[in-house]
């Protein structure tokens, strides 16, 4: 079992940049993919990105291509999304999540295991 805590929401203007980490407990980080994915107030939960276990494959929503990095760092049981020239759509909770069956995840949330408890992201126009 894994547990999982992000940090690094905030309020930022639109063209801003933050940095997102969700780490992760256990000893068997390197064996789960993982998936960021969103929630805007009144809509469904939407994949973001994905990284294989050994992070070395990646793949991103199309509205945020180009603008956010997916990265996995085993060593220290952390991933990361650094999201730069954000903007108001953007706006919602992010949370990361631990696929235990897969090598490189899911678009799905419904095939992931593991949920953190998610952090806000507020991007003024």
């Known amino acids: 079992q894994v547990q999982l805590v992000e940090t690094g929401g905030g309020l930022v203007q639109a063209g801003g940049s933050l940095r997102l980490s969700c780490a992760a407990s256990g000893r068997t980080f390197g064996s789960y993919a993982m998936g960021w994915f969103h929630q805007a107030p009144g809509k469904e939960r939407e994949f973001v990105a994905r990284i294989s276990q050994k992070g070395d494959i990646t793949d991103y929503a199309d509205s945020v291509k180009g603008r956010f990095t997916i990265s996995k760092d085993n060593a220290k049981n952390m991933v990361y999304l650094q999201m730069n020239s954000l903007k108001p759509e953007d706006t919602a909770v992010y949370y990361c999540?631990?696929?235990?069956?897969?090598?490189?995840?899911?678009?799905?949330?419904?095939?992931?295991?593991?949920w953190g408890q998610g952090t806000q992201v507020t991007v003024s126009s």
């Open positions: 999540a631990a696929d235990a069956y897969s090598v490189i995840g899911s678009r799905l949330p419904s095939a992931y295991d593991y």
